[in-house]
């Protein structure tokens, strides 16, 4: 079957640390593969996305790569600041595009 | 650019009453869906459809009706509250023309049943 597995949280970092937010899938067939975040009070908004191996996503600093042979889509970000301070959601597509699975979110604070 | 609108923010509701919590997308989106949030569960799909007319069921469908008879707007209901269904409610859209396309949010419904 299909499925996300995150690590757990609640991550506490101080600002300008590295950031990594683990996050490996269970697909048949080649899913796309996509970071959501969500501040407080907020729904989730896309942060970033592959769609094959060897892909990198890219947004705001963040970035992840589609790895196929450890069936992972690892988070990072160099130097975290306090504003990202949110919620992350690791999530894959099936490649039949019908259906999202979510991962169980992480926590992330970043301290002054 | 309203993109996906949900009403209202917050309910309180008694358990035993019935409510509907409204989705609208302005996108002309073809696959819509409901989702619960749980502390500790991430996100669960409640109820999906992908066109007007067509909705099939979800992880956790039980206590929740769907319809879909315009492509804009996809309530979901709840037939008699408990307190289990306490959660907070997002709905999605997609276009899936293009197989990869990500989902759009909104911003959620905040629910307590008493």
């Known amino acids: 079957g299909n499925s996300v597995t995150q690590m757990e949280g609640p991550v506490t970092l101080s600002e300008e640390a590295f950031l990594t937010i683990n996050c490996t899938y269970t697909a048949t067939g080649y899913p796309s593969l996509f970071w959501y975040v969500q501040y407080p009070g907020e729904g989730l908004q896309l942060l970033l996305k592959?769609?094959?191996?060897?892909d990198k996503g890219s947004n705001k600093g963040f970035e992840a790569t589609y790895r196929k042979e450890t069936t992972s889509f690892h988070l990072e970000k160099g130097s975290v600041q306090v504003s990202d301070s949110a919620v992350y959601f690791c999530?894959?597509?099936?490649?039949?595009?019908?259906?999202?699975?979510f991962g169980t979110g992480t926590s992330l604070t970043v301290i002054p | 650019n309203a993109g996906v609108t949900q009403t209202p923010k917050f309910q309180v509701l008694k358990t035993g009453q019935s409510m509907t919590l409204q989705c609208a997308q302005d996108m002309n989106h073809e696959y819509m869906s409901w989702y619960r949030q749980d502390p500790g569960m991430g996100l669960r799909l409640i109820h999906y459809?992908?066109?007007?007319?067509?909705?099939d069921q979800g992880e956790v469908p039980n206590g929740y009706n769907v319809s879909r008879s315009t492509t804009e707007d996809f309530p979901l209901r709840l037939l008699s509250a408990a307190p289990s269904q306490t959660s907070v409610y997002f709905c999605?859209?997609?276009?899936?023309?293009?197989?990869?396309?990500?989902?759009?949010f909104g911003d959620g419904t905040r629910l307590s049943i008493l």
């Open positions: 999530a894959l597509l099936t490649n039949t595009g019908n259906q999202f699975y």
């Open positions: 459809s992908v066109g007007a007319g067509i909705t």
């Open positions: 592959a769609t094959k191996a060897d």
């Open positions: 999605a859209s997609r276009d899936p023309g293009a197989g990869d396309q990500p989902q759009h």
